[in-house]
């Protein structure tokens, strides 16, 4: 019996797994501004700093204890630990670990995290090869525009169905960046975004869970894998991006294939990246920004009455939680992080421990925290009014949050960031000494000089 479909198969797309692979594989060495360069060299510290930072996580005592059955060769560093693994072992522990605190990048337009899948994978192979810090750098950018631009093709649609759409346009993005590494010519990075295009990796219900942050790793080692299998002439469907039963018209129902060509080479969707001050999921920013502001206007979780928020619907589908039992849960609660916000003036790694979401003074607050959808209020907006006991009514409205686009972190900003989460794993001497390699990266003969800095 035929099956019908919500949207019929479209026989006319453009071939997007071809002008990809050519984009990739023939755009000049450092083929943007000075401003895009620059936002790679932020987007990577970032990355690496999140990774570093998560390193002695349980997470990352699991997955290390899983790749090293396998008896993987010493090739790559897995960042901030000892160990030496296999590259693709080592692609996937980093993208889980630089996803662990979920306090990585964002593309805010699909919401993908982008450097996870792309520089886990990326670095673990210049560093198996010896290979330079500048061709670290152009392959995380045209990665970044791979994986972010299909994004884009797909975003809402493909997000809403349930796919993590870091992780399933993420193995894209990897294998762009790998073929680039590998200097592989026109048809066989073709071949490596096809490979890559049958390793979607990631559904939403798994948010909460161990297995979020493996989804970048997965991406990342699917990818490093489709460029190897390539560049040895391993062979896949040219159209497996675009074709009627690829993997766009498979995965969504919207596909604007303008997407991916408008302005191919000239735009640069790294620059649209943006980075995290609150370590948990990018819809409640808004919202513990809010609360940070109450707290700096001198209002205490002691005089709350009640605290109201006005929300897009979709922060509470993405972080509605409202008893999170432990860290990785508070991640994905609006009330927590509200209440992390008006305590402490912060929402780092630490008030996302099991300890602090547990904490009575913290559950109190959370308690008095009461959220409303408004669609009207855009989903990267919040407006929240603090009652307090004494009939006073103090209300923030932000429109834009702190990290956002709009009202970015600076580069001194990113830099306490990454000291918070380095320092404790690796010391102040080095995190010192891998800023300043991060900031030159692009100038570093050979990326082994970074790795070596980052095991203890």
């Given at each position: 019996m035929a099956r019908n479909t919500t949207v019929p198969a479209d026989l006319s797309a453009p071939p997007i797994t071809s002008i990809l692979a050519k984009f990739v594989s023939g755009?000049?060495?450092?083929?943007?501004?000075d401003a895009v360069d620059h936002e790679a060299h932020r987007t990577f510290y970032n990355w690496l700093g999140c990774a570093v930072g998560a390193a002695k996580h349980e997470a990352a005592d699991a997955a290390i204890a899983a790749v090293q059955m396998l008896q993987p060769a010493p090739q790559a560093t897995v960042l901030g630990r000892a160990?030496?693994?296999?590259?693709a072992s080592a692609a996937l522990v980093n993208g889980i670990t630089s996803h662990t605190f979920d306090f990585d990048d964002t593309h805010l337009k699909t919401i993908i995290h982008p450097a996870g899948p792309v520089?886990?994978?990326v670095l673990a192979l210049a560093e198996k090869n010896g290979m330079g810090g500048r061709e670290v750098i152009d392959a995380v950018v045209l990665g970044i525009d791979v994986a972010c631009r299909i994004g884009n093709t797909m975003y809402p649609d493909h997000y809403d169905r349930g796919w993590h759409i870091t992780g399933s346009t993420g193995m894209l993005g990897a294998a762009a960046g790998c073929a680039r590494l590998l200097r592989l010519d026109e048809q066989k990075t073709q071949m490596a975004l096809g490979i890559a295009a049958s390793q979607p990796v990631?559904?939403?219900e798994q948010f909460g869970t161990m297995t979020k942050p493996f989804h970048p790793g997965g991406a990342a080692r699917a990818g490093l894998m489709s460029a190897l299998l390539a560049s040895r002439g391993f062979t896949a469907s040219p159209r497996a991006i675009e074709a009627p039963r690829g993997f766009v018209q498979v995965a969504s129902d919207k596909r604007a294939w303008n997407e991916v060509t408008d302005e191919l080479g000239q735009r640069f969707e790294i620059s649209f990246n943006t980075y995290k001050p609150f370590a948990c999921g990018i819809v409640i920013h808004p919202s513990i920004d809010a609360c940070v502001q109450l707290k700096d206007k001198g209002v205490t979780p002691e005089q709350v009455e009640r605290i109201e928020?006005?929300?897009?619907?979709?922060v509470l589908e993405l972080t509605g939680k409202k008893e999170p039992k432990d860290?990785?849960?508070?991640?994905f609660s609006v009330y927590h992080g509200c209440a992390a916000g008006l305590i402490y003036g912060r929402a780092g790694e630490e008030e996302f421990s099991d300890h602090v979401v547990n904490d009575p003074r913290v559950v109190e607050t959370r308690n008095k925290v009461v959220a409303t959808v408004d669609d009207s209020i855009d989903e990267a907006s919040v407006h929240v009014a603090a009652l307090l006991?004494?009939?006073r009514r103090i209300e923030v409205h932000v429109e834009h949050a702190i990290g956002s686009l709009q009202n970015p972190l600076s580069d001194k900003q990113l830099e306490g960031k990454f000291n918070q989460l380095v320092v404790p794993v690796l010391g102040d001497a080095k995190a010192r000494e891998i800023t300043a390699a991060c900031w030159e990266l692009g100038a570093m003969a050979d990326v082994r000089k970074l790795t070596a800095l980052c095991r203890p």
């Open positions: 755009h000049a060495s450092r083929g943007w501004s160990e030496k693994v296999d590259m520089a886990s994978a990631g559904l939403r928020l006005r929300v897009h619907s979709l860290g990785l849960q508070g991640k006991k004494d009939g």
